[in-house]
């Protein structure tokens, strides 16, 4: 199983084996004069990222910035015990979220009751001292040098907090789950809608944002990329409406059971091994959506 690919010009995927799997999370690595991590895994990948990176001979001087889409534990979670390898590192994470990240203890429970039987795989997480810290808002620039930049580009809707980010030279867009999951050997996407968060009208905005951005590869860290960028942007929105809205009526019970099969119906074939996680984060999207449309009804 190859931990590294280069999957366009001084960038990297490297596979965290979430999970104990391959092609599940990643985490990106755009070399330049600074160096520059889009995500971190989840802790329990921590191990992954740094032989990937030593592989790459990036030794512990030469990780510059760690940029957060998120700071949900898969996309965030392994941040801190980075930070132990690459001191010099600065972690940047949406303002409003940053305070979880200096003390993560509400957020670490929050994903206990929303992951259930799948919490495992996504590990803990500690705290950051905030003084490593750099708050993003829309359109932050970050200059890597060498005529190099990264702009962030608030993209809420998977949660309040999300950002996706743009390479200014190759307009290559790091999208975490803005654009949801990917499979790409079916080149299969789904949108990832977890509880408590979601937000539907959000999803659909946020996709339209970075289509409009007109990027010329997508950049998902679950897993993969493409450059069929308005097809996927369109297929995103129109799997998440059919998605959102085929729950009617029932129980919360029964639409829970109905929606997590009916999202796992609508995969390509899976392998085996990758059943048990699949058949979880159909369940946590499917609760996602519930609770939207709960939250919906009561307001």
């Known amino acids: 199983m190859k931990k590294v690919n280069e999957v366009a010009q001084n960038v990297f995927l490297i596979d965290c084996f979430f999970a104990g799997l391959p092609d599940q999370c990643g985490v990106y690595l755009l070399r330049g004069e600074k160096n520059v991590l889009i995500d971190s895994g989840p802790s329990q990948g921590v191990e992954h990222v740094i032989e990937g990176l030593e592989g790459l001979d990036i030794d512990g001087m030469d ?13 965030a979670g392994g941040a801190s015990f980075l930070l132990d390898h690459f001191p010099q590192a600065r972690v940047l994470v949406s303002e409003n979220s940053s305070r979880y990240l200096v003390n993560p203890e509400k957020l670490v429970r929050s994903a206990g009751r929303a992951l259930g039987d799948i919490a495992l795989f996504y590990g803990v997480m500690r705290p950051i001292p905030a003084e490593k810290i750099i708050p993003l808002r829309d359109g932050y620039d970050l200059d890597l040098g060498g005529g190099m930049s990264i702009r962030a580009v608030h993209t809420p809707g998977h949660s309040s907090g999300h950002f996706a980010f743009l390479e200014s030279g190759t307009r290559a867009l790091f999208c975490g789950d803005s654009l949801g999951h990917f499979i790409e050997g079916s080149g299969y996407i789904f949108p990832a809608t977890p509880p408590p968060e979601f937000d539907m009208e959000l999803s659909i905005a946020s996709a339209k944002k970075l289509a409009d951005l007109e990027p010329t590869l997508l950049l998902f860290n679950h897993f993969g990329s493409s450059d069929r960028v308005q097809e ?14 085929v729950v009617e009526g029932g129980s919360p019970e029964e639409n ?19 059943s048990g996680l699949m058949s979880g984060i159909m369940e946590v999207n499917a609760a996602g959506i519930l609770y939207y449309l709960q939250k919906k009804e009561d307001s």
């Open 63 to 75: 990780v510059h910035y760690i940029l957060l889409t998120h700071i949900h534990l898969d996309h």
């Open 232 to 245: 996927y942007c369109d297929e995103f929105i129109r799997r998440l409406e059919r998605f959102v809205h």
């Open 256 to 274: 829970l059971r109905f929606l997590t099969d009916y999202m796992l119906n609508d995969l390509p074939q899976i392998k085996e091994e990758e």
